[in-house]
């Protein structure tokens, strides 16, 4: 009896040692879902956007630098989804990347073209291009949505 239990033991408790090791090799408790990752970034980007507003520049743009880290590995997970998408944009866009950035919110249009943010922002990028008829189309889309991005849009084309 006692060697039959000790015997279902040591098979339970090579068994769990196994399993450990397996889990660990593969990263098990490492490795993150795209939702936390997008999470993270949006932490980084909100941060970034407060030092943007007291011009302090340099430290904004290495958090949207690492954001964009944290994007690129959630869209590596999905590609479809129109959040990512903008946040990829917007930081790409306040890192400097316009052409990148401006193919990452057409994707996310692609997927959904009455997203508030990827119209914003967009039309922002196309301002900032000089591409005032574009930033114009994107602020038609926001027109009827009753929200912020809206009247930011529609500040930032009439201020140039």
Do not use: W
Not at 60 to 68: E, G, H, N, R
Not at 99 to 128: C, M, Q
């Amino acid at each position: 009896m006692f060697r039959k239990f000790f015997s279902i033991l040591l098979s339970g408790f090579i068994f769990f040692l196994f399993i450990g090791i397996s889990f660990a090799a593969s990263g098990g408790g490492s490795s993150k879902s795209y939702t936390d990752l997008y999470s993270e970034a949006k932490k980084y980007v909100l941060r970034a956007k407060k030092l943007e507003e007291k011009d302090k520049m340099d430290r904004a743009t290495k958090l949207y630098s690492k954001a964009l880290e944290k994007l690129e590995k959630a869209y590596k997970s999905d590609k479809n989804n129109p959040d990512i998408l903008n946040y990829l944009g917007f930081t790409l866009r306040k890192t400097g990347k316009l052409e990148e950035a401006e193919k990452y919110y057409l994707a996310g249009l692609k997927i959904k073209p009455d997203h508030n943010g990827i119209n914003e922002y967009l039309g922002e990028l196309y301002v900032n291009t000089g591409r005032m008829e574009l930033a114009k189309e994107r602020l038609a889309v926001l027109k009827n949505c009753n929200c912020e991005e809206y009247s930011e849009l529609k500040e930032i084309i009439e201020k140039e």
